[in-house]
């Protein structure tokens, strides 16, 4: 006779909702609607993953924006590359409604991303959100935004797109810039161009020989020529993470904010980076400012 087991079956932890640790105000009605959380309230694994990343942000983001002088319109926030705008929306929900003024701008090229958060944004009565179907590097020019624009955002805006976001923050001088860097392959581009010169001219070349080295090393070093072009205009550069790596490699996070002192010796060093390396050709293109640096 074969006994029974008394003990109980629980179920497996995959099939139990997942607790979510919401912020004060947040709006429940926002999270399902950006399909966060399923219509009863759930939250699966990936969208915790997704959650966790855009909260982590969102710290850094309302510190800034808690540090911006105050003004009768309330701040200006452009997001670039902005997706279903994930990032807006939480921002929006979690400062700019209680603030009761202030506007953010979604940059997106897509123009059914465009349409669909429009239409969630009139849903949820967030008025001062506005979507525009345009390049990063249009935006720049674009009547739409207005002159000054506080605090500049990019998350996971991939390859020079980033790049174009720095430009239109220096342009429409920011206060601050929070950029997640994604897919850096302009500058391994150029490495590959003169990578047999460059064996014969320098040691270092070896850094890239190899096609896998190539693209982490371009990676590296577009992300480390950034960071001194920002220092070079005025900016105070911070990097860390943006979460633990087991969620995202894509996980650089750099915060600029204006000081006024602009550093001629990273402008310097970001030049003698270029030529080390063989890519000067990138100085016009990318740092156009790092050769005459006009008093802000």
Not at 58 to 82: C, E, M, N, V, Y
Not at 89 to 113: H, M, P, V, W
Not at 166 to 186: D, H, N, S, T, Y
Not at 192 to 221: C, D, F, I
Request: glycine letters at 6%; aromatic letters at 6%.
């Amino acid at each position: 006779m074969v006994k029974q087991s008394t003990a109980s079956h629980k179920p497996a932890a995959a099939s139990k909702p997942l607790d979510l640790d919401l912020r004060p105000g947040q709006s429940v009605e926002l999270l399902k609607e950006l399909h966060i959380l399923t219509r009863e309230g759930k939250l699966n694994q990936d969208s915790r993953r997704k959650l966790k990343q855009v909260y982590h942000l969102f710290q850094f983001i309302d510190k800034l924006l808690k540090d911006l002088p105050a003004s009768d319109s309330g701040p200006t926030l452009a997001d670039h590359g902005a997706g279903k705008s994930y990032l807006g929306f939480i921002i929006y929900d979690l400062f700019f409604k209680a603030l009761n003024k202030g506007t953010i701008y979604g940059i997106e090229t897509r123009s059914e991303l465009v349409a669909s958060s429009q239409a969630l944004a009139q849903r949820l009565g967030f008025a001062r959100m506005q979507f525009l179907n345009l390049s990063v590097a249009e935006s720049a020019h674009s009547d739409a935004l207005p002159a000054q624009i506080d605090v500049v955002t990019a998350l996971h805006a991939c390859d020079t797109a980033t790049d174009d976001a720095i430009a239109f923050g220096l342009q429409k001088k920011a206060r601050c810039m929070v950029l997640v860097p994604c897919c850096q392959a302009e500058l391994a581009r150029a490495l590959n161009q003169n990578k047999a010169l460059n064996l014969q001219r320098t040691p270092l070349a070896e850094l890239w020989r190899h096609p896998l080295h190539t693209r982490e090393v371009g990676s590296q070093l577009t992300n480390v020529l950034r960071c001194l072009y920002l220092e070079s205009q005025g900016y105070q550069v911070t990097v860390t993470e943006l979460v633990g790596w087991e969620h995202s490699m894509k996980n650089e996070l750099i915060l600029a904010k204006y000081t006024g002192q602009k550093k001629r010796a990273s402008g310097e060093r970001l030049q003698a980076l270029l030529q080390e390396f063989g890519v000067e050709a990138l100085m016009s293109a990318r740092y156009p400012l790092v050769l005459g640096t006009a008093a802000r």
